[in-house]
């Protein structure tokens, strides 16, 4: 059973360029949460996907944007990037809205390593 | 609103040696809790966590974590360090059904483990 996948693994971009990260979920999950991971630092969450809609936010700015797919899978969108955006950015997945009463597990992936220069 | 606080960023112990991470969380409804490990150049692996139930959960590799509400402390530990824990320990708190970032995983800052031989 794959586990969650991310594409690219290393990525480097310019100053106000355009990035898409790419997410697919472990297989049975139907939720995608992006998290941002600066060097040093815990992981910070960007946004949550179910049902191909975006159900909540972190405080991160309208430049990150998302998708959702019918498949489950899932994209990252950042625009106009900063050289503040150079971090890790990890995907996981889960079922249900992952915060119901069961309190599902987050499977995460192993990430995409963004550069901004 | 929730957060997470882990005391001290870097924990040094002998091979063999008594493991205690500390972590203390705030969260305005009851939280479930995470304990995730992180190897270098890789994602976060679940280690263990307290939904309901028992308070003294125990995880994978031989750790475990106790579940204190009136210290609003999980504390994870392992009786003997071994050289393969040696990595960076996320501590993570998650609002049950009914809070207002129900959904979404708040982490500490991490503690970078160090297992000296």
């Known amino acids: 059973d794959a586990g969650v996948t991310q594409s690219p693994t290393h990525l480097i971009k310019t100053r106000g360029q355009q990035v898409t990260l790419r997410c697919s979920p472990k297989s049975g999950h139907d939720t995608v949460s992006w998290y941002q991971q600066a060097l040093g630092q815990g992981p910070q969450f960007i946004f949550q996907?179910?049902?191909?809609?975006?159900?909540q936010r972190g405080n991160f700015p309208d430049r990150f944007s998302g998708h959702q797919f019918p498949n489950y899978s899932s994209e990252l969108n950042v625009n106009a990037l900063l050289l503040g955006d150079s971090a890790l950015y990890l995907c996981?997945?889960?079922?249900?809205?992952?915060?119901?009463?069961?309190?599902?597990?987050?499977?995460f992936g192993p990430g995409t390593r963004l550069l901004v220069l | 609103a929730q957060s997470v606080t882990q005391l001290g960023s870097h924990v040094s112990v002998s091979e063999g040696a008594l493991v205690l991470l500390r972590c203390n969380y705030s969260?305005?409804?009851?939280?479930?809790l995470f304990w995730y490990v992180q190897y270098p150049n890789q994602g976060l692996q679940l280690l263990l966590k307290y939904t309901t139930g028992a308070t003294l959960v125990k995880g994978i590799n031989g750790f475990e974590a106790e579940f204190k509400k009136s210290e609003t402390s999980f504390h994870l530990t392992k009786p003997s360090a071994h050289m393969s824990d040696a990595a960076e320990y996320f501590c993570a708190v998650k609002e049950s059904a009914g809070g207002t970032s129900y959904g979404k995983l708040t982490f500490g800052q991490g503690t970078i483990l160090t297992v000296h031989p």
């Open positions: 969260s305005s409804v009851p939280p479930y």
């Open positions: 996981a997945s889960s079922t249900g809205l992952a915060g119901g009463p069961r309190g599902e597990t987050q499977y």
């Open positions: 996907y179910y049902e191909e809609e975006e159900r």
